[in-house]
């Protein structure tokens, strides 16, 4: 009775760059074809090269019967998603003869397909997939020698330019911090202040910020992101 097992490779939005534990999506991949559940990977966030291969799952040695991109496949100008399906899942619906029945208003919208192909080429051309592996170990590097021994630092993860601090009360217990939700919109606008994009998410079970910079980032400008988190992270904790 269950007909798909949806996940990220690498958790967005919710829990801040979470990776998964080693083998968890490889046992996932034999649960769901034991069963013949259909396994979605959700790479909204984190597909598109964002974590040093062109997919995320890739690094976790699975293969997904269904993928979602979207965010990053428009390279941020136009919006524009896809959803990609191994041949097993489209045939049943080229047997039928009746198609696939789907859409919304602006499906296959000329312009935002036009920038996603610039995307994709720009990707291969400018080898943009090696500069993230490069670049994001400089961003761990720097995040973690300026916030290993912040005491409100829990936690420093993430992989390839797709990065997060884990916020806490106590960095023995991982206290969540009180009202986590107004800290974390605290920082959001101290960063901005300082002129610093993040993305901050705070519950009541996890405050994080979450970073996610340009792959034609330089080392400079990791150097600014952390120059420029610190004072915007100060300010709103000590608020």
Request: glycine share 12%; no cysteine; charged share 15%.
């Given at each position: 009775t269950v007909a798909a097992f949806i996940a990220e490779p690498i958790v967005g939005a919710s829990l801040g760059a979470v990776t998964a534990a080693t083998g968890y999506f490889t046992r996932i991949r034999e649960i769901c074809d034991t069963y013949e559940v259909l396994l979605i990977a959700d790479e909204v966030m984190c597909g598109t090269g964002r974590t040093g291969?062109?997919?995320a799952h890739q690094q976790e040695g699975f293969l997904p019967?269904?993928?979602t991109l979207a965010k990053g496949?428009?390279?941020g100008y136009l919006p524009?998603?896809?959803t990609i399906a191994r041949q097993k899942i489209i045939e049943p619906f080229e047997q039928a003869g009746h198609g696939f029945s789907h859409g919304h208003t602006y499906v296959g919208h000329a312009s935002s397909c036009a920038v996603g192909v610039a995307v994709l080429e720009t990707i291969e051309s400018e080898q943009l997939l090696g500069a993230v592996h490069r670049q994001g170990a400089h961003l761990e590097a720097a995040?973690?020698?300026a916030f290993t021994h912040h005491p409100n630092i829990g936690d420093i993860r993430g992989r390839g330019l797709f990065r997060a601090l884990e916020i806490v009360s106590d960095k023995n217990s991982k206290t969540v911090p009180k009202e986590a939700p107004l800290l974390a919109k605290r920082i959001r606008e101290n960063a901005m202040k300082q002129g610093l994009m993040c993305y901050p998410s705070g519950s009541v079970d996890n405050c994080h910020i979450l970073l996610a910079p340009p792959f034609i980032l330089a080392d400079q400008h990791i150097d600014q992101m952390v120059d420029?988190?610190?004072p915007a992270l100060e300010e709103a904790l000590n608020a």
């Open positions: 291969t062109f997919f019967d269904i993928v496949l428009g390279g524009l998603a896809a995040l973690t020698q420029r988190l610190k």
